[in-house]
Antibody, heavy 119, light 107 residues
């Protein structure tokens, strides 16, 4: 059974850096791509970016200047940093696996973690 | 970026009804189209991948069709647990993009 669990602060001050980690169990992070997706309250889903175990990344151009993703294969974890946050970055943040064998669908998701940007 | 447009944005239906949700891509994406169901407070769950392939464990009343730019999700004989928000998503290219969602409500 593949499980993903997001962790990190639920409250971040404006202009500071949001940092989240996704811990994967039941699957090796050394295969497939691993994504971050966010959802503001009452709104739709926005893909932030993805990382492969090699460290190769793709980011959404709308956030690219502020996003840094990293992977730690020894811990089966990957991480997200979003710099210079504003209230517009308040959202539920999900990590998800992108299954490369099945038309790259997001087949496993974390439960999501709410991050609020406020002073 | 590929824009995904769903219609309708909301839909009211009754248990036992058949409903169809459409999704249009701003350019051809072949069959790289996935459908998700999301219930309040929960992560999305994949229903259909590759436009028409049913994810393991998903009831057969869900089906998908289409290719290129136009796609549909059909739910036959709606059940109470089907009332949720549905999203399409293209996996043809990055950035991955989602439709704006269709909220399916009980009539």
């Amino acid at each position: 059974q593949v499980l993903l669990q997001e962790s990190g602060p639920g409250l971040v001050k404006p202009s500071e850096t949001l940092s989240l980690t996704c811990t994967v169990s039941g699957a090796s992070i050394s295969s497939d791509y691993w994504s971050w997706i966010r959802q503001p309250a009452g709104k739709g889903l926005e893909w932030i970016g993805r990382i492969y175990s090699s460290g190769s990344t793709n980011y959404n151009s709308s956030l690219k200047s502020r996003v840094i993703m990293s992977v730690d294969t020894s811990k089966n974890q990957f991480s997200l940093k979003l710099t210079s946050v504003t209230a517009a970055d308040t959202a539920v943040y999900y990590c998800a696996r992108e299954n490369q064998l099945l038309y790259r669908n997001f087949d496993y998701w974390g439960q999501g973690t709410l991050v609020t940007v406020s002073s | 970026d590929i824009q995904m447009t769903q219609s309708p944005s909301s839909l009211s239906a009754s248990v036992g009804d058949r409903v169809t949700i459409t999704c249009r891509a701003s350019q051809s994406i072949g069959s790289y189209l996935n459908w998700y169901q999301q219930k309040p407070g929960k992560a999305p769950k994949v229903l259909i991948y590759a436009a028409s392939s049913l994810q393991s464990g998903v009831p057969s009343r869900f089906s998908g069709s289409g290719s290129g730019t136009d796609f549909t999700l059909t739910i036959n004989s709606l059940q109470p647990e089907d009332f949720a928000t549905y999203y399409c998503q293209q996996s043809y290219s990055t950035p991955r993009t989602f439709g704006q969602g269709t909220k399916l409500e009980i009539k």
